[in-house]
């Protein structure tokens, strides 16, 4: 049998993301929320695309390095994504009025692309610094990883792929999907951190 990953959901009223272990992803409809424990429409988190690709990359033992390249640059793609996610919400609490928010967003992440420039804009928000809040959720390690990860991306993509064997890097299977459960752990980790501390529940 194959692996899969745990299954993610995000509440509709409190913006709560929690691993509910006892539910099939193709039952899911109005549940009790494990945080708010109000009855609410529970959506898969980051999205059904999203975690049907990662239970992909994460059930394959394929070894070669053609299934490597793939595997980082959606993993790099997807946690550049649930950063960008993660920024909008902290930046959603300051913008008034809401109907021009989503356009003051989309224009400031064009000049934010990439993990890097991400980081800086999330670390000059106000709500604390990026590697703090790792600390405080207990994945600093991923800081770290990540950053590997994405300058292995990097070089890939401009055409140096035979970086993926250096030993400074050691990229392998096992490495790649430690990560994709690391990067679902963090990013839902962070979302419920900020709410639970900074950020409004019921501003959304």
């Not at 509910?20 to 945080?35: A, D, F, Q």
């Not at 679902?184 to 950020?199: A, D, I, P, R, T």
Request: with cysteine; proline share 2%.
């Amino acid at each position: 049998m194959k692996q899969k990953l745990k299954i993610y959901l995000q509440c509709r009223k409190c913006h709560e993301i929690m691993v509910y272990p006892h539910i099939n992803e193709r039952s899911i409809k109005r549940e009790r929320c494990l945080n708010c424990n109000k009855f609410s429409t529970l959506i898969i988190w980051p999205s059904k695309e999203i975690i049907d690709i990662l239970n992909y990359l994460y059930s394959s033992n394929q070894s070669l390095n053609q299934f490597k390249y793939i595997s980082i640059t959606f993993l790099c793609s997807v946690s550049e994504a649930l950063l960008e996610n993660l920024l909008s919400l902290m930046i959603w609490q300051g913008l008034a009025p809401k109907h021009k928010a989503f356009n003051i967003i989309d224009s400031l992440f064009d000049g934010y692309q990439g993990r890097n420039k991400l980081l800086s804009l999330y670390n000059k928000l106000g709500y604390g610094k990026f590697k703090e809040h790792l600390k405080i959720i207990s994945r600093e390690k991923y800081f770290d990883d990540w950053r590997k990860l994405v300058e292995v991306r990097n070089k890939i993509v401009h055409g140096k792929l035979y970086i993926i064997d250096y030993p400074k890097y050691n990229i392998n299977v096992r490495f790649i999907k430690r990560l994709i459960v690391e990067t679902l752990e963090v990013f839902s980790g962070l979302n419920n951190y900020l709410l639970s501390k900074h950020l409004d529940r019921n501003i959304f």
